[in-house]
């Protein structure tokens, strides 16, 4: 492995401890290790940390609401993630290890920059279609999957993380991702962009209109809307859960795929809707790219990214240890609740007999974990047909080309967030003519 790395692998814990709360809340080790053992977690934490970055930096640059739509967004991001470790009835996946671990090495850094890399890259690129407010959300919603799926489907693949191996909600899965992944960014993020804007317009006073939308007010007045709206983006999402998914999947025992792609229908229906009645500015005569050239250069390196680890790397040489779901008895179950009342049912451990999570094994070390170990290492495992990932991700590069490149190249130009002028100082000006 070279210089020790990660001097916890192939050991295994039944309850790993802390020295203290900053040890719990923070973790920091050398990434030189994390490098031999897990080479593509690496470049893929460079990627959504370069995409925190530059999207940030374009929202400072851009100044009016963006800088509160990123704050938002973060926000937004770190309620999710908390609330499914901590919520049993959602905490079915795990995160493997990296340089920088937060909350209990339950949060790796890189994921808080995940949220702004998927959901502010796609507001910035969906405000420039114009659409009408009833259906930017369902276009952001889409937008956001667009940028998720290489890394749902390389990441799972080479061991970034693991799912829970019998939860209901998660047990239809397409290369190894649930289906219910792209139903949760859809969902999500078009709940966000509803609360995000929503609410400010409902406030009394502030009926912007689309022309206005992204100009701010007071720093308190916009700090309170954008704190309510990440608080509220969550149980949005979920409430966007309700009208399908339990209903078809719980009580009929719909696939979720079938799901899946009846929420895309719909929202794929509202999004060409809203493009059709777009305003003259959505494709202006002459076209500025602006500051989203920056947000390009992330989009670059992320697709690039993914689709290299198809090509270049072998998930059999990963290896990753730390917190996984508890290896225990088969015949152990958990209530899961759901939305509509019912109580379905998943293992309580991850069986080794008859578990059915192809994408890792435990060839790498001397012998799979024992009874009850929740850290423990596991291995990567080969790809069955190298060529097949390669040309889904590939093609799945190809599409989100030519969708964003048309959104920033051929839509309108970037929002005017330049500061309103009160009423007042209008009237006041136009008298001084």
């Known amino acids: 492995m070279g210089r020790t790395a990660l001097s916890l692998i192939g050991k295994e814990f039944t309850e790993f401890t802390f020295d203290g709360f900053l040890d719990w809340f923070i973790h920091v080790e050398d990434p030189r290790p994390h490098w031999d053992v897990q080479p593509t977690y690496l470049i893929s934490q460079v990627s959504f940390l370069l995409g925190g970055i530059c999207t940030f930096i374009h929202a400072v640059r851009s100044g009016g609401r963006m800088p509160y ?5 973060m926000l937004h991001g770190l309620v999710v993630e908390m609330a499914a470790y901590w919520m049993p009835d959602i905490d079915n996946f795990w995160h493997s290890q ?23 890259q796609a507001s910035v690129a969906v405000s420039k ?30 061991i970034h993380w693991t799912w829970h191996d019998t939860d209901p909600n998660i047990y239809d899965r397409h290369y190894w991702v649930p289906w219910n992944s792209y139903y949760f960014h859809s969902c999500f993020a078009a ?15 502030c009926n912007d209109g689309i022309e206005n939308k992204w100009k701010s007010k007071s720093f308190s007045y916009e700090l309170g809307t954008t704190v309510i709206a990440s608080l509220l983006g969550m149980p949005g999402g979920v409430l966007l859960f309700l009208p399908l998914y339990h209903p078809l999947h719980d009580i009929y025992g719909i696939h979720s795929e079938v799901t899946y792609f009846i929420l895309f229908s719909i929202f794929l229906a509202f999004a060409w809707s809203g493009d059709r009645k777009a305003p003259p500015d959505a494709k202006p005569k002459v076209h500025s790219l602006g500051k989203s050239w920056i947000l390009l250069i992330h989009l670059i ?27 225990g008895p088969c015949k152990e179950t958990l209530p899961v609740n759901t939305a509509f009342g019912m109580v379905l049912q998943k293992r309580k451990y991850l069986c080794l007999e008859d578990y059915d999570e192809d994408y890792f094994d435990f060839h790498c070390i001397n012998k799979p974990p024992s009874n009850f170990a929740s850290w423990y290492t596991i291995c990567g495992t080969p790809f069955k047909n190298r060529a097949e990932y390669i040309a889904v991700i590939a093609s799945l590069t190809f599409l989100a080309f030519n969708v964003l490149r048309n959104m920033h190249f051929h839509a309108g130009n970037e929002v005017d967030t330049s500061k309103r002028i009160s009423p007042s100082i209008a009237t006041h000006r136009k008298k001084n003519k």
Do not use: Q
């Not at 739509?69 to 967004?73: D, R």
């Not at 340089?99 to 502010?120: A, D, E, K, Q």
């Not at 114009?130 to 998720?148: C, S, Y």
């Open 69 to 73: 739509l990123w704050l938002g967004i």
């Open 98 to 120: 990296t340089p920088v671990m937060l909350l209990g090495r339950r949060l790796p850094l890189h994921i808080s920059c995940l949220y702004p890399s998927f959901l502010y």
């Open 129 to 158: 279609l114009r659409l009408p407010k009833w259906a930017e959300p369902f276009a952001v919603g889409l937008t956001v999957v667009l940028i998720d799926i290489p890394y749902d489907i390389v990441s799972v693949k080479f």
């Open 191 to 205: 709940s966000f962009t509803f609360w995000f804007h929503g609410f400010r317009r409902w406030i009394k006073g």
């Open 301 to 327: 390196f992320h697709y690039a990214s993914f689709l290299a680890m198809t090509i270049f790397f072998n998930p059999e040489d990963e290896v990753a240890s730390g917190l996984h779901e508890p290896v």
